[in-house]
């Protein structure tokens, strides 16, 4: 795919995402492979108070959108504590990391 252009339009934009029933907390997914992109892949995770998630992102760059609650991130650049202050999706702008 490198060195591709491709024209993005209300068709190649919808992408269905593949999730798996065996995995608890996915919401959704859609990798870059799927979607036919080059480099962007996204996952949508739902994760209980208290509930600990766990990634290894290896060679890829990694952003954290919080779309509701709060939590602490803990890897191997640092760890930041009490990100986050929206209740839900409806309640004000996202907190990024």
Same mark, same amino acid.
């Given at each position: 795919?490198?060195? @591709? ?9 919808? !992408?269905?995402? =593949? ?8 919401? #959704? ?6 979607? %036919? ?7 949508? @995770? ?7 998630? @766990? ?14 609650? @709060?939590?602490?991130?803990?890897? #191997? =650049? %640092? ?5 986050? =202050? =929206?209740?839900? !999706? ?8």
């Amino acid at each position: 795919m490198e060195g @591709r252009v491709v024209a993005y339009d209300s068709k190649t934009l919808l !992408v269905r995402a =593949r999730i798996r029933g065996d995995e608890p907390g996915v919401v #959704n997914r859609v990798t870059a492979e799927d979607a %036919g992109w080059q480099l962007l892949s996204v996952e949508v @995770r739902r994760l209980a108070k208290g509930e600990t998630w @766990r990634s290894d992102t290896r060679d890829s760059e990694a952003a954290l959108v919080l779309l509701g609650g @709060r939590c602490t991130v803990t890897s #191997n =650049r %640092g760890e930041w504590a009490g990100i986050g =202050r =929206r209740a839900d !999706v409806f309640s004000g702008m996202p907190h990024t990391l």
